[in-house]
C-alpha cells in the first residue's frame, strides 16, 4: 500500500483574491439580518438555520474564479488558504451560532414556558420528539474522524473503506437503540447511565465505571479537536495549538446557557449545513466539474491510479472493490472500538434520556441509518478524488486526516477548502457540546451529587453543571495540546480507542438488560479486559518484525497491533462478564432502580414522561430488537461478504450504481434530518410566530395565551431551582410537550 500520489492535475491553486471577499461579506450580511430577524418575535429557529445554509450553498457554489487546483508537489501547510479564514470560521461562525443558540433558548423560555431548572438544563425534560432524536444522534456522532478519517481510509483502501467506516460504526446505534428502551422501562428517572450502574452494584463498581465514562469522553474530545485543529492550520496556517483551544469557546457559551436542548437546536442546524455541504460535493464530482469527468471519469482515473500504484491487499491491485483485506481488518478494529465509544459515552445515554419514551427507539435507528450516508457518501466522493487526482500526501498528512482537505482544494480550489473548513466546524462543535453536556452531568450527578452533597438542591445542582461546563470546555484545548505534543494522530487516537474502553461494553449492556449480571463479574471483567488489551496491544507491536522488536507509536499504530488489541479487550471484558454472573445466579429486582434514582426540580409535566405505558414500551423494545438486528445484519454480512469472499472488481456499470447508491441515500437522510424537525415543532413554531406564551391554569391544564408584553422581563426560566421550590416553580412556567419539544 503505497501513501504517496505523483500523478498531478491540471491546474495550480490561485492565491487569496478579491473574489474570495465576497463570500465572507455576503455571510456576514445574512448573519447580521438573520440575527435581526432571530431577535424578533416572529422569527423562527429554522428559518435561521436554513438562512445559513443557504448563504453556505450560495457563496460555495463552484466558480472559475477560484480555479481549481493540483498539489502536485505535496501538500504544503497554511498555502490554501489566508490565515484570515482560519479566525474568520473558528471565532467569526463560533460567535454567530453562539449567539443565536442563545436567542433561541430565551425565545423557548419566553413562550414555550421553559424552566432552566437542573433537570431540564441536563435533560430537556426527557420530551424530545423523534426528529430531533435522530438529528442529535446523526450530530453527536459526526466526529472530526466522521469526515477526516472515513476519507483517509478510501485514500488507502479504496471503496471498501468508506464502507467499512460508514457499516461499522452505524450499527452501534442501531444496537443501542435496545439500550435506550431498556432505560426507559427499567430506569426513567436516571440522568446517566452510571447513576444505573451504582443503583444495582454500589459505590465501588460505580466508581470503576466512572473512570471508564470519563475517559470516553476525553479520547472522543481529543479526536475531536486533533481532527478539527490539524484542518484548520493545515488549510490556513493558523497555529494549531490556538486552533485547539479557541474551537470550544463558543460552544461552550451557548451549551452554559441552553443546555442539553440548546445542544439539540445546535445539532439540528449544524447537521443541514453538513448535509448541503456534501450534496455540493457530490454534484460537483460526479455531475458538474471537468476536472473529474463525471462517473465516467472517476472510474477511468481509480483503474489508472490502481494500475499506477496497486494497492496492497486488495483484489488486483484495485480501488473499486469490496475484496480488501486492509479494508476488511480496519472494518473490525472500527466496529470493536466505536462500540466503546456509543455504549461507554454518556452523550448517548443523555440522548436516550432526552427522548420521549415512544420517540426513543425510532429516533435511534432514523439515527443510525442517516448517519451511514455522511462517512458513506463523503468518503466514497472526496477520498476515492484524492486518489483520481493524483493528491500527493505525506504519510504523516494522510494520518492527520487532511485527504479531504486537499481533495477540495484540488477541485474547486479556495472555495472547496472554506466548505471543508466549514463543514468540518459544524462536525467538531456539534459533538463537542454533546461531550461538554455529557461531562457536565457525570461530574454534577455521579461525582458531586453522589460523594460531596447528596442532598443538593436543585439550585446547586444547576451551578455545579455550568462550572464543570467552563472548566471542562477550557481543558479541552489544553489536552489536544498536550496529545499532539506528544506525536499522537487523529488516526491513531481513532483506532486505539476500543483498546482503551473496549472491555467496558459487554458489562455495562447486560448491566441494563440483564437482571441476572453479577457487579463483582461486570466490574472484574472491564479491568481486567483492558488490561489484557494493553498487554495484547504492546505485545503484538513488539512481535513485528518490521520493527525489529521496538515497541513505538509505529509499530503500536500497525493494522495488526490494534486489530489484535481491540478484540481480545471487548472479548474479554464480555467473557468474564457473563460467565461470572452465569457462575453467581445473581437476580436482581429491577423495581429498586425507581427508588434508589432521586430526582429533583421536577414539574408535573416531566414526571407524567416517566410514566410511559409499559405495552408501549415492550412493543418498543421488540421492534428494536428486529429493527436493529436486520439492520446490522444487512451492513455486516449480507452486504459486504459476497463481494468480499467473491473478489469482485466493479466494472463501470457496477461503480455507476454503487455512486448512485450514496446519492440516494444522503438525498434521503437530508430530507429526514431536515424536514422532520420542522414537521413535529409547526406548533410550537406557529405559536411563536403569533407571539403566544404557554401558561398553566389552576386547573393544571395546558394552554397558550397572547403575550403581554409588560410582564416580559418577568417571564423566563433563569437559575430556578431550590428543593422546596424548583418543582412548583417549573410547574408554574409550565412546558407545552409538544412545543418546546421541536422549538
Known sequence: MRMERGQPATTTLSTITASVVAPLESIASVAAANKKAIMSRQALLPSAAVALVAVLAISCVPNPAFGAGAIAEGFTIGDVLDESWGWFIVVGLGAVFAIVITVETKVEERYLGVSQTSEWFNTAGRVIKTGLTAAAIVSAWTWAATLLQSSTVAYQYGVSGPFWYAAGASIQVLLFGILAIELKRKAPNAHTFLEIIRARYGGGAHRVFLVFALMTNMIVTAMLLLGGAAVVNGLTGMDISIAAFLIPIGVMIYTLVGGLKATFVADYMHTIIIFIVILIFVSTVYFISPVTGGIEGMYDKLVEAARINPVEGNAAGAYLTMASLGGLIFGVINIVGNFGTVFVDQAYWQRAIAARPQSTVKGFLLGGACWFAIPFTLATTMGLTAVALGVDLTPEQVQLGLTVPAAASVLMGEVGAVMVLTMLFMAVTSAGSAELIAVSSLITYDVYRTYKNPSASGKQLLKVSRATIVGFGLGMGGL????????????????????????????????????????????????????????????????????????????????????????????????????????????????????????????????????????????????????????????????????????????????????????????????????????????????????????????????????????????????????????????????????????
Open 480 to 743: 489536544a495540546v498536550i496529545l499532539l505534543s506528544m506525536g499522537l494522530s487523529l488516526g491513531f487516537v481513532y483506532l486505539a480507542m476500543g483498546v482503551l474502553i473496549g472491555s467496558a461494553v459487554i458489562p455495562i449492556a447486560l448491566t441494563i438488560t440483564w437482571k441476572r449480571t453479577n457487579k463483582y463479574a461486570a466490574t472484574i471483567g472491564a479491568v481486567a479486559g483492558l488490561f489484557v488489551a494493553l498487554g495484547t496491544w504492546v505485545g503484538v507491536a513488539a512481535s513485528l518484525p518490521e520493527f525489529g522488536g521496538e515497541v513505538s507509536l509505529a509499530s503500536l499504530g500497525h493494522n495488526y497491533s490494534m486489530l489484535f488489541g481491540n478484540i481480545a479487550g471487548i472479548l474479554t471484558g464480555g467473557a468474564i462478564a457473563g460467565l461470572g454472573s452465569l457462575a453467581s445466579r445473581t437476580k436482581f429486582d429491577w423495581a429498586i432502580m425507581r427508588e434508589r434514582i432521586k430526582l429533583v426540580d421536577i414539574s408535573q409535566a416531566e414526571r407524567a414522561a416517566l410514566d410511559a405505558d409499559e405495552k408501549t414500551l415492550a412493543r418498543a423494545f421488540k421492534f428494536s430488537l428486529k429493527g436493529g438486528g436486520i439492520m446490522t445484519l444487512v451492513l455486516i454480512i449480507a452486504w459486504p461478504m459476497p463481494l468480499f469472499f467473491s473478489g469482485y472488481v466493479f466494472d463501470i456499470g457496477f461503480y455507476s450504481f454503487w455512486v448512485g447508491i450514496a446519492v440516494v441515500w444522503v438525498s434521503a437522510a437530508t430530507f429526514f434530518i431536515v424536514g422532520l424537525p420542522i414537521i413535529e415543532a409547526r406548533h410550537g413554531i406557529a405559536q411563536v410566530a403569533r407571539g403566544r406564551k404557554t401558561v398553566v391554569t389552576e386547573s393544571g391544564a395546558q394552554e397558550a395565551v397572547e403575550d403581554d408584553p409588560a410582564d416580559g422581563a418577568g417571564d423566563g426560566g433563569g437559575d430556578s431551582g431550590d428543593d422546596d421550590s424548583g418543582g412548583d416553580d417549573a410547574d408554574k412556567r409550565g412546558k407545552d410537550d409538544g412545543a418546546k419539544s421541536g422549538a
